[in-house]
């Protein structure tokens, strides 16, 4: 079946450091890939996504390209800030428009 | 635009009582969907409906889970008898048919004594 694999952590950065939080994935036929972000408290918020393979998604600062060749989507961005503090998941959406989550990774930012 | 809404946000009970979750999603999406989050881990499904027909429940312990859909709008998620193993977020999920984009709501963290 699908799954999904993150890095754990916590990771904890200093402000203005690079960030990369790896995702590999596991899938049969050609997944969408996304990330998500969980601030303290709230739900869900859809970060960037890709759709096929070489696609980039990007928003906020944030990248992450679609490598079908490693099965990765590693999430990347040149320069933290203290409110990026939050809990990124991985996940894959296939038929039926179902998402399987990875386990999740807590980033700490300081100031 | 309102987002997902869920209800309440927080609930504490004792084991062997019934608990209810409500949600209604972004208007105009056909799909909805409840997924479990336990402390530190992503979330998992456990139902998903379209329209008001539940397609996907796999996933769902239906000794003790139910929900409906009856009008499909809204939601409810119910647990009876909870027990202490059913402490964590539960998160509803909307999207329109046919888009893999799903727009989650804050969530209702559940401790059961």
Same mark, same amino acid.
């Given at each position: 079946?699908?799954?999904?694999?993150?890095?754990?952590?916590?990771?904890t950065?200093?402000?203005?450091?690079?960030?990369?939080?790896?995702?590999?994935?596991?899938?049969?036929?050609?997944?969408s890939?996304?990330?998500? #972000?969980?601030?303290?408290?709230?739900?869900?918020?859809? *970060?960037?996504? !890709?759709?096929?393979?070489?696609?980039? =998604?990007?928003?906020?600062?944030?990248?992450?390209?679609?490598?079908?060749e490693t099965?990765?989507?590693?999430?990347?961005?040149?320069?933290?800030? #203290?409110?990026?503090?939050?809990?990124?998941?991985?996940? *894959?959406?296939? !038929?039926?428009?179902?998402?399987?989550? =990875?386990?999740?990774?807590?980033?700490?930012?300081?100031? | 635009?309102?987002?997902?809404?869920?209800?309440?946000?927080?609930?504490?009970?004792?084991?062997?009582?019934p608990v209810?979750?409500?949600?209604?999603?972004?208007s105009g999406h056909?799909t909805?969907?409840?997924?479990?989050?336990?402390?530190?881990?992503?979330?998992?499904?456990?139902?998903?409906?379209?329209?008001?027909?539940?397609?996907?429940?796999?996933?769902l312990p239906?000794?003790?889970?139910?929900?409906?859909?009856?009008?499909?709008v809204?939601?409810?998620?119910?647990?009876?008898?909870?027990e202490?193993?059913?402490?964590?977020?539960?998160?509803?999920?909307?999207?329109?048919a046919?888009?893999n984009?799903q727009?989650?709501?804050?969530?209702?963290?559940?401790?059961?004594?």
């Amino acid at each position: 079946g699908d799954s999904v694999t993150q890095m754990e952590g916590p990771v904890t950065l200093s402000e203005e450091a690079f960030l990369t939080i790896n995702c590999t994935y596991t899938a049969t036929g050609y997944p969408s890939l996304f990330w998500y #972000v969980q601030y303290p408290g709230e739900g869900l918020q859809l *970060l960037l996504k !890709a759709t096929k393979a070489d696609d980039k =998604g990007s928003n906020k600062g944030f990248e992450a390209t679609y490598r079908k060749e490693t099965t990765s989507f590693h999430l990347e961005k040149g320069s933290v800030q #203290v409110s990026d503090s939050a809990v990124y998941f991985c996940a *894959l959406g296939n !038929a039926g428009n179902m998402l399987t989550f =990875g386990g999740g990774t807590r980033l700490m930012v300081k100031p | 635009e309102a987002g997902v809404v869920q209800s309440p946000r927080y609930k504490i009970i004792e084991k062997k009582q019934p608990v209810a979750f409500w949600c209604n999603p972004i208007s105009g999406h056909n799909t909805l969907y409840w997924y479990l989050q336990n402390l530190g881990q992503g979330p998992e499904l456990l139902i998903r409906y379209e329209n008001e027909e539940a397609v996907d429940d796999s996933q769902l312990p239906k000794d003790r889970f139910s929900a409906e859909r009856l009008k499909g709008v809204d939601s409810t998620l119910k647990i009876q008898p909870a027990e202490l193993g059913d402490s964590a977020v539960y998160l509803c999920a909307s999207s329109f048919a046919g888009e893999n984009i799903q727009y989650f709501g804050a969530g209702t963290r559940l401790s059961v004594l």
